[in-house]
């Protein structure tokens, strides 16, 4: 074996911190930086591109708090850790769990530098777990954030997570009520009449079905957001804060009257803001499904497009400005529907 004088002995000098290492004519980088040497292999025996690699690497190491150099995957692990505790607990709950099977699980043991770190690496400890596309995509976010810490702390230049993508959701056919399901749910609620809070809510919940707004625009309506003389319900995007307009249809005009009467343009329309328990309730007394508050929306759009309301309409309804984009993607299973039982009018 070669000792460390002789092993150098094989390196030609020919540039600035370049070397051409004999036996193989690659070239390596040889710097000092913060009294210490740095080598790397370049990769390449074309001395043009070598100098450009070194360039490169220059510009790198100027980017790098060499201190951290040493720093764990464990230790970075450790260091992410300490930048999440404020988020709620079940967030919290998830990341610590994609935290410690970093620790645990990590290919070679997670005692390797984060400047070792590859995508190859992040791959094989990605595809050694059983999960459906949520959690795979949760683990690769949270290792993406964690290596961000990284690059932010100037442990590393580049994450070696960039080039990995999440995995694409299936499109869901999710549970929707039928009108007559509907209307059957309604009704049981207003059945209860040891529920203190039955009117308000089956009240709240036929709004819901019949206009096709969520349950947090829906809670925060106010009287003065119905214009009868327009004909018009002003909704706003919880999200945004951004407004858009609802006709008042005319299977929710008496509803509305009934709710708004003399009552002040301040006042909220409804007393409450939520019936999931209500709603909940009456499916399981009626042997449904139990339909969240959302398919409420869905089984709207849904009847829209079956009795044949043009899509870019129910999108102006449904306050989207993609002129129908989403409803046609994920309503793909209605409008299939809906097209061939249009096609049968066209028979002579």
């Given amino acids: 074996m070669k000792s460390g004088a002789e092993n150098d002995e094989q390196f030609e000098k020919v540039g600035e911190c370049l070397y051409r290492y004999k036996p193989t004519g690659k070239y390596y980088a040889r710097i000092k930086k913060s009294g210490k040497e740095i080598r790397r292999s370049l990769r390449t025996m074309d001395r043009a591109h ?51 099977r970093v620790k645990e699980d990590w290919p070679d043991g997670s005692d390797i530098l984060v400047s070792k770190v590859n995508p190859s690496q992040i791959r094989i400890w990605l595809s050694q777990y059983k999960f459906g596309v949520a959690s795979y ?13 990284a690059v932010d702390d100037k442990i590393i230049v580049h994450s070696p997570v960039s080039g990995i993508i999440g995995r694409k959701r299936l499109k869901p056919v999710r549970d929707t009520p039928s009108n007559e399901e509907f209307q059957s749910i309604i009704q049981d609620i207003r059945r209860q009449k040891f529920n203190p809070h ?7 919940l036929e709004f819901l079905g019949l206009v096709g707004v969520g349950q947090a625009e829906a809670s925060s309506l106010k009287v003065g957001d119905i214009n009868w003389k327009k004909k018009q319900i002003t909704a706003f995007r919880q999200k945004t804060g951004i407004g858009y307009m609802i006709p008042i ?100």
């Fill in 249 to 348: 249809y005319p299977q929710v005009e008496e509803l509305l009257r009934r709710l708004t009467g003399n009552r002040k343009p301040e006042d909220r329309v409804f007393e409450i803001c939520d019936a999931k328990k209500a709603l909940a309730g009456a499916c399981a007394r009626l042997n449904l499904r139990i339909y969240s508050q959302r398919a409420l929306r869905r089984m709207f759009i849904t009847r829209a497009i079956e009795k044949g309301v043009d899509v870019k309409v129910i999108a102006e309804w449904q306050g989207h400005k993609d002129g129908g984009k989403l409803i046609l993607d994920t309503y793909s299973h209605v409008n299939r529907t809906h097209s061939n039982r249009m096609a049968e009018l066209m028979q002579n």
């Fill in 137 to 149: 995509n949760a683990h690769l976010e949270c290792l993406r954030a964690m290596l961000q810490v």
């Fill in 198 to 204: 039955s009117t308000e809510s089956a009240d709240f």
């Fill in 50 to 100: 070598a100098k450009r690699l070194l360039a490169d690497l220059k510009s790198e190491l100027g980017m790098i708090n060499q201190d951290e150099g040493k720093t764990s995957l464990a230790g970075l692990a450790g260091r992410y850790a300490q930048t999440i505790l404020h988020q709620k607990p079940k967030t919290l709950a998830t990341k610590n769990r994609v935290i410690r």
